[in-house]
């Protein structure tokens, strides 16, 4: 089955405390992107990737890192979680960039306390 | 960059009634636009997108028009039905070339098929 995997889908933390929200797509995408929802804030993107090796920053990238070493693989890294950064994570991938269906993953709920 | 701006955030209808959300957009540049549907605990899904070289395109009981000059294009959903019920986000996709492509999402409108 075509999908787009996230793990962990809930998380609760400290702040402070590393952490790395896992993305993985098998539909031998190019296109890779993260989104944090919030309430009244809509889906904003924080990074996406154009293919392997080729990263860039979307609308809302401070604090955040991601990475690109394999093409099916989209990891979002927190080095230092705030509260602030208390959301709810989307990844996304499609064929080519966005001007083709994203196809979304099941979203991480992220708890920074 | 782009600023796309989505109307109502909520809306409450009647099941069997007509739904229309409607979303602007600012650079004249963009060329896509889609339609996500996001139903409670699930990432968003696409239904409906269009290019901007037409103005109109339906899928069944679900239809997006385009009016570029105005900038604006609309999500209209007839005969609905409780399975309706969602968060629906329009977004455009402004490509900027040199690598650096972009979708662009409206804040959200909930939509309540009241039965």
């Known amino acids: 089955e075509a999908q787009v995997t996230q793990n962990p889908r809930y998380l609760i933390t400290v702040t402070g405390k590393k952490l790395t929200v896992t993305c993985s797509q098998n539909?031998?995408?190019?296109?890779m992107s993260w989104y944090r929802q919030d309430p009244g804030l809509g889906l904003r993107q924080i990074y996406y990737s154009m293919n392997v090796e080729v990263t860039d920053k979307g609308d809302v990238p401070e604090g955040y890192k991601v990475s690109r070493k394999e093409k099916r693989n989209f990891p979002l890294i927190l080095e230092s979680p705030s509260p602030n950064q208390t959301s709810l994570y989307f990844c996304a991938s499609s064929l080519s960039p966005p001007g083709e269906t994203q196809y979304f993953g099941p979203g991480t709920r992220l708890l920074v306390l | 960059g782009e600023n796309v701006e989505q109307h109502p955030s909520t809306l409450s209808v009647q099941e069997g009634d007509s739904a229309v959300i409607k979303c602007t957009y600012s650079d004249s540049a963009s060329n896509y636009f889609p339609w996500y549907k996001q139903e409670l605990g699930k990432g968003p899904q696409l239904i409906i997108d269009?290019?901007?070289?037409?103005g109109e395109k339906k899928d069944q009981r679900i239809a997006v028009t385009l009016n570029k000059t105005a900038k604006h294009f609309s999500l209209h959903i007839t005969e609905t039905q409780p399975e309706d019920s969602a968060v629906y986000f329009c977004?455009?996709?402004?490509?900027?070339?040199?690598?650096?492509?972009?979708?662009?999402f409206g804040k959200g409108t909930h939509l309540i098929i009241q039965p």
């Open positions: 977004a455009a996709h402004l490509s900027m070339g040199g690598g650096a492509d972009g979708l662009t």
């Open positions: 269009i290019r901007s070289n037409v």
């Open positions: 539909m031998n995408h190019e296109y």
